[in-house]
């Protein structure tokens, strides 16, 4: 079973419901808990797990351009990273995307580039995954694919994908293959607008998908959802610390609701 | 100048921040509010946006498989995207690069054009241009530089923009010639992480930036950065903020603390 936890806009509380879930989850069942904010991964600091190991390196393939050499290249680079000038080839690194199309009909030949990283640690009956973008790195979409194709290869029973936020291609990256989908969301007009952008993306993947409304209460706007987390005080002290708030009866049973529908649908 | 309003991971106040800066702005100098966080962007629903106008429609390229194609499956394994399936190309994972199209011997692949998001402008008491990602697209570092190219005819006094989530692509388009970053972080262990790589990838593009913190006292926390201001945590502030409240309207300590941080910023134009 692949969930994965989205939402459209930043902050609504993904990271945290998938933090939550994933402690929910690993009491009963070998689970993974997937980080696939890239760019920002934040589920070790909710996870309190700061002690992560390197799994694996990403690398895209680039050219290996020599000084000096000379190249049969016609000028097809999309991205602006290889130009013809002259009879000399100047390559830009930083705008490169790895897609390789210099080097069809062309003497140019790859290196590998380090694109991100993926970490991990192991729980008794889990595991974080988390990956992570080099620095300065624009193109981070291959690391969203293979942090999930690392993760599942763990055979877990629950899978549990924290995406990026917005509804970007690195979003879809992260909800393709999922076999469900909780849209968290909130209920401001911002929380709403980017609901709806993200729900059309489900929709058009076909995958089943239900709402959870985070930060219920704090307005009266008329929000349709299947699921509700209350605005609380103790779920703000619990994000600070990176602990789950399963402690508390009432907060574990809201998670426990939307654990069931994951799992008997 | 051009200022930009960031923050790595979304939720920790950046919008709520900008929108009432914008406003507070707007009141002392010539102002051009640009909103860059083409994923989501927000700015213009915190506020009543009158004439609302389309200006540009942003195009991209994307290929698809004809009736010509004789299954010989080269494009599949140039494709360094996984985007070609059954000799179907995914348009959601297709980035464009033409790889494809220049390995098929049978003239099988052609490009096609794609409407990948869209620019808009519209009055908030000041003009406000914003661009829209096409849902599921990427590219929208493309946007964004559409997005400052049309805010450039009004010669503003500042251009305030608000920023995207994230350290990558559009992140860097929006950051690379802005002349004052705002990175605004709360006391968390994740939102200063986000922050410390704001800051790394920052120093990267050689950008000058100031540290804000929003939510003090929340939780104790120290900060591995200098800050600069500090805004104080209130409980109430999201219910601000779902009824289209401006903090720098709201009867709060939060209202007091923005405006602060506005008259220390007038020190840098
Ligand atoms: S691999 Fe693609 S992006 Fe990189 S230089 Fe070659 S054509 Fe350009
Ligand atoms: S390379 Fe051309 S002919 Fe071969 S599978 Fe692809 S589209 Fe078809
Ligand atoms: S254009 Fe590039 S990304 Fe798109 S299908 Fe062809 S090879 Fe793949």
Known sequence: MIVAVTGGKGGTG???????????????????????????????????SEDLSLAKEVFIEIPNIEEGKTYNYKNVCKEGALLKVGDKLIFIEDLCSGCKACGINSNITFRKKSIGKIYEKKFDNGYLIVGKSNLGERKTAKIVTETKKYALSKNCEINIV???????????????????????????PFG?????????????LNIP???????????????????????????????????SFLKYNDLRGCIEEIANWIIWG | MKIAVISGKGGVGKSSISTSLAKLFSKEFSIVALDCDVDAPNFNLMF???????????????????????????????????????????????????????????????????????????????????????????????????????AKKYKAEIELIDGPPGVGCPLISTVKDVDLALCIVEPTKSSVNDCLRLIETLNFFD???????NKKGMNAINYPFKIFHSIPFDFDVPKLIANKILLCDSNSRVSEAIKELYEKLKEFI
């Open chain 1, 14 to 48: 993904k990271s945290t419901l998938s933090a939550n879930l994933f402690f929910y989850f690993i009491e009963n069942y070998k689970t993974a808990l997937i980080d696939c904010d890239v760019e920002t991964p934040n589920l070790p600091y909710l996870t309190g």
């Open chain 1, 162 to 188: 924290d995406t990026a936020a917005g509804t970007h291609c690195n979003v879809v990256r992260a909800l393709i293959n999922a076999d469900k989908v909780l849209i968290v969301t909130e209920p401001t």
């Open chain 1, 192 to 204: 709403m607008s980017d609901a709806k952008r993200i729900i059309k993306i489900v929709e058009k």
């Open chain 1, 209 to 243: 998908y239900k709402i959870v409304l985070n930060r219920y209460g704090i307005s009266d706007l008329k929000v349709g959802y299947n699921f509700k987390i209350p605005y609380d005080r103790r779920i703000v002290e619990c994000y600070c610390k990176g602990e």
């Open chain 2, 48 to 150: 009543d946006v009158k004439d609302k106008k389309l200006l540009e429609v942003i195009y991209r390229e994307l290929y698809k498989i004809n009736e010509n194609c004789v299954k010989c499956g080269k494009c599949l394994d140039i494709c360094q995207f996984d985007a070609i399936e059954d000799f179907k190309i995914n348009p959601i994972l297709c980035e464009g690069c033409g790889a494809c199209e220049l390995i098929c011997e049978f003239n099988a692949i052609e490009p096609v054009k794609h409407e990948s998001g869209y620019i808009y402008e519209g009055f908030i008491g000041f003009p406000l241009i914003w661009g829209e990602l096409e849902i599921g697209e990427s590219g929208s570092g493309k946007i964004i530089e559409h997005i400052k190219r049309h």
């Open chain 2, 207 to 213: 950008v000058e930036y100031l540290v804000v913190e």
